[in-house]
């Protein structure tokens, strides 16, 4: 009894430190998973293209936050573990996505073109 009042700190100090593991696993454990990546990577080729119904083309910044303030409203737990860099590369493969949607389907460019 008389080394657990001598060394209380070290005692502390180790929970603390197995708090902090314990936390960063259970962050890591609630990452993503490719299933739920895929499917908010093809939820970005919807959300760009009502971007491009609602502010048309050469809007690009603007194009971008509306996006992601979509996905923001969509996916608030996945928002809060991606980072902006890494939404901003998936909004690009879906913005040529959609360019080359828009290029071959006409039904889809008339939605688009008509939508405003």
Not at 57 to 69: F, N, P
Not at 76 to 91: L, R
Request: proline share 3%; hydrophobic share 50%; net charge negative.
């Amino acid at each position: 009894m008389n080394w657990v009042i001598e060394n209380w700190y070290l005692i502390v100090a180790l929970l603390a430190v197995l708090c902090l593991v314990g936390v960063e696993i259970h962050h890591f454990l609630k990452q993503p998973t490719k299933k739920q990546i895929g499917l908010v990577k093809e939820w970005l080729l919807f959300a760009c293209i009502e971007a491009e119904k609602e502010l048309g083309s050469e809007t690009g910044q603007y194009k971008l936050l509306y996006v992601y303030d979509l996905f923001v409203a969509r996916f608030p737990s996945i928002a809060k573990m991606v980072p902006f860099s890494v939404f901003s590369s998936w909004v690009d493969s879906a913005l040529e996505e959609m360019e080359k949607l828009l290029s071959e389907n006409e039904v889809v460019k008339g939605i688009v073109v008509g939508g405003k």
